[in-house]
């Protein structure tokens, strides 16, 4: 559906230029963006190679293990249905902790991983399970510590301070998050006690 909405958005996009005999300035516009789209992929390359390099060496470390197994009582009790030592569990786990670190990038795969199990634990079933709804909540509104890929952008477009919306995201997030786990919540609750 989606690439319905881009393709009409386009096509009007051409035809409204072509009316108004503004092709010129959309073709300029084109080349621009196009150009400006490999220079910010380039700059956010580094950045990214860079913090999954540090994922990769907290990993050998044995720091994301211990960051793992401090997080579990949490991760269990915001999933009860999910066994502790089921392979979704380690994916919640890491795709929260790559989400802390602004990796989205690297957290997607995990998270595609964990949405797999969690189906596998609600037999195959098309319709989501309560551990599926709540994992979506929290990955969508995730805690971010580092926001790499905003720090990115910014030094990409020479900001005087890229790092200076650390602070004002860990607040952000984390009240997105609590708010996400709030709203999962009452709504569980409340379907239970209709059903």
Same mark, same amino acid.
């Given at each position: 559906?989606?690439? &319905?909405?881009?393709? +009409?958005?386009?096509?009007?996009?051409?035809?409204? $230029?072509?009316?108004?005999?503004?092709? =010129?300035?959309?073709?300029?516009?084109? +080349?621009?963006?196009?150009?400006?789209?490999?220079?910010?992929?380039?700059?956010?390359?580094?950045?990214?190679? +860079?913090?999954?390099?540090?994922?990769?060496?907290?990993?050998?470390?044995?720091?994301?293990?211990?960051?793992?197994?401090?997080?579990?009582?949490?991760?269990?009790?915001?999933?009860?249905?999910?066994?502790?030592?089921?392979? $979704?569990?380690? &994916?919640?786990?890491?795709?929260?902790?790559?989400?802390?670190?602004?990796?989205?990038? $690297?957290?997607? !795969?995990?998270?595609?991983?964990?949405?797999?199990?969690?189906?596998?634990?609600?037999?195959?079933?098309?319709?989501?399970?309560?551990?599926?709804?709540?994992?979506? =909540?929290?990955?969508?509104?995730?805690?971010?510590?580092? !926001?790499?890929?905003?720090?990115?952008?910014?030094?990409?477009?020479?900001? $005087?301070?890229?790092?200076?919306?650390?602070?004002?995201?860990?607040?952000?997030?984390?009240?997105?998050?609590?708010?996400?786990?709030?709203?999962?919540?009452? +709504? &569980? &609750?409340?379907?239970?006690?209709?059903?």
């Amino acid at each position: 559906m989606v690439n &319905y909405i881009w393709v +009409f958005m386009t096509v009007v996009g051409f035809i409204f $230029a072509l009316i108004n005999g503004t092709m =010129a300035e959309v073709n300029k516009a084109i +080349f621009d963006g196009a150009k400006e789209a490999v220079t910010l992929c380039i700059g956010l390359i580094s950045v990214l190679v +860079f913090w999954l390099g540090m994922m990769r060496i907290a990993e050998e470390s044995g720091l994301l293990e211990r960051l793992s197994k401090l997080f579990r009582p949490l991760v269990k009790r915001l999933f009860p249905e999910v066994p502790v030592n089921h392979p $979704a569990m380690g &994916y919640i786990l890491s795709n929260m902790i790559s989400n802390m670190f602004g990796l989205g990038n $690297a957290a997607t !795969p995990l998270g595609i991983k964990a949405m797999e199990e969690l189906k596998k634990l609600n037999g195959g079933k098309d319709s989501a399970s309560r551990s599926m709804v709540t994992f979506l =909540a929290i990955n969508t509104a995730s805690i971010t510590i580092i !926001p790499t890929t905003v720090i990115a952008i910014r030094m990409n477009y020479h900001s $005087a301070s890229p790092t200076e919306i650390v602070v004002p995201t860990i607040i952000a997030t984390i009240i997105s998050a609590l708010g996400a786990i709030i709203i999962d919540r009452y +709504f &569980y &609750y409340r379907r239970s006690r209709k059903g």
